[in-house]
């Protein structure tokens, strides 16, 4: 059968649609207002006020609700498969475990059970990180005892560059409590639990090494192959090798970050004992970073001494002398105007040659 009328102002629709339903559930329309019919939903041989009132009242509720049934909500198969996982296996995994990691187990090609973040992709390896003891403690190192960003970094085995941007961050933050800036502390804590930590006894103890810090970065000029001949009577040592990639190149012993650990080793072999090879390694550090520093000043004075400054109320404008000869046939020099900004590559324009047309001819000095 046909439900009533949608709108509720059509009254005369409705007392039809209610006098046709009389006949068959012995109901009856009693009145109408504010533009509705209120039938009767009880027999008028036992029809009272009270249940006139709550019947309305249900009428309403009947009214306001739709005359189809909801469909279900669609939900995928793998959704569906994932909701069952959580409140299975993945129960444990919701909330994270005090001071350990909690990945999800996997087997590896041996059959032994491994924890990963991501089982699907096997060359990825959650590393350690250095908690806020160790951060302190580089801190104090350097900047309170004043020993050299290589000296630290030699005691406790992390990498140069790590330890230099902790001493930073490491300013900031103290600078940032000096102001009663707020910190991220909470923050910080979590993302600490949640993650394998490293930290350290102390300087002057024994420490396991944190990361390998006398790494060699691979240069430009060694990805490509070469054949050199050279005698089988002569000596090629690492400066020849060097030489034969690039006339400017250093050797292997002098690109390394950490030049005076090599030394101090050789001392060692050549019978010196360990303190004396100790204390030939910090002066050699310690020279390396002075003269690193004033490098840098020396660089940092001239650059100041090209540029002419102009203060005005809100700004300062700064000039220097420009050659355009310095960007180069191609124009991507690194003296070239915004050359740290990038520049377009264009691959994909069309009618541009994109094969080689010569291969040139490389001389060895």
Same mark, same amino acid.
């Given at each position: !059968?046909?439900?009533? *009328? ?6 005369? #629709? ?7 339903? /009389?006949?068959?559930? @012995? ?7 504010? @533009? ?6 009880? *027999?008028?041989?036992? =029809?009272?006020?009270? /249940? ?9 509720? =009947? ?32 909330? *994270? ?13 041996? #059959? /032994? ?11 990825? $390896?959650? &590393? ?12 104090? +190192? ?27 961050? $490491? +300013?900031?933050? $103290?600078?940032?409590?000096?102001? @009663? ?78 030049? +005076?650990?090599?030394? !101090? ?20 550090? +310690? ?21 002419? $400054?102009? /203060?005005? &109320? ?16 191609? @124009? ?5 105007? #915004?050359?740290?900004? #990038? ?23």
């Amino acid at each position: !059968m046909a439900g009533p *009328p949608r709108s509720r102002d059509t009254v005369s #629709g409705f007392l039809d649609f209610a006098s046709r339903r /009389n006949k068959k559930f @012995g109901v009856r329309v009693v009145g109408v207002k504010e @533009g509705i019919a209120y039938p009767a939903l009880l *027999p008028s041989s036992c =029809q009272d006020r009270t /249940n006139l009132i709550s019947s309305r009242f249900s009428l309403r509720a =009947q009214l306001s609700q739709p005359w189809t049934t909801q469909s279900r909500t669609y939900m995928a198969r793998h959704r569906r498969d994932f909701i069952k996982w959580t409140r299975g296996p993945g129960k444990l995994l919701k909330e *994270p475990r005090p001071d350990q990691t909690n990945y999800l187990e996997t087997k590896d090609s041996k #059959g /032994n059970m491994l924890k990963r973040p991501f089982p699907l992709n096997p060359e990825f $390896k959650s &590393e350690a990180v250095l908690d806020d003891k160790a951060r302190e403690m580089i801190w104090e +190192e350097v900047m309170r005892k004043g020993k050299t960003i290589k000296q630290v970094s030699a005691e406790l085995g992390v990498d140069i560059t790590r330890v230099a941007a902790i001493v930073r961050l $490491k +300013e900031v933050e $103290k600078d940032w409590i000096s102001k @009663g800036k707020k910190l991220a502390t909470p923050y910080c804590k979590a993302i600490l639990s949640m993650v394998p930590t490293k930290s350290f006894k102390s300087a002057e103890q024994q420490n396991v090494p944190f990361e390998p810090i006398n790494e060699l970065h691979i240069h430009a000029s060694t990805m490509k192959q070469i054949f050199w001949p050279t005698s089988e009577s002569r000596h090629f040592t690492r400066a020849d090798a060097a030489k034969a990639f690039h006339k400017d190149m250093l050797p292997a012993d002098e690109r390394v970050p950490h030049p +005076e650990l090599l030394q !101090m080793e050789k001392s060692l072999l050549e019978g010196k004992s360990v303190w004396e090879a100790k204390a030939e390694f910090m002066d050699a550090a +310690e020279k390396s970073e002075r003269n690193a520093a004033e490098r840098q000043m020396r660089r940092a004075m001239a650059e100041d001494s090209a540029t002419r $400054k102009f /203060n005005t &109320e809100r700004f300062e404008f700064r000039f220097k002398e420009f050659n355009s000869e310095d960007v180069g046939r191609d @124009g991507r020099r690194k003296k070239a105007v #915004g050359w740290k900004y #990038g520049m377009p590559s264009y691959d994909r324009m069309k009618g541009a040659i994109k094969i080689p047309t010569k291969v040139p001819q490389i001389g060895w000095s």
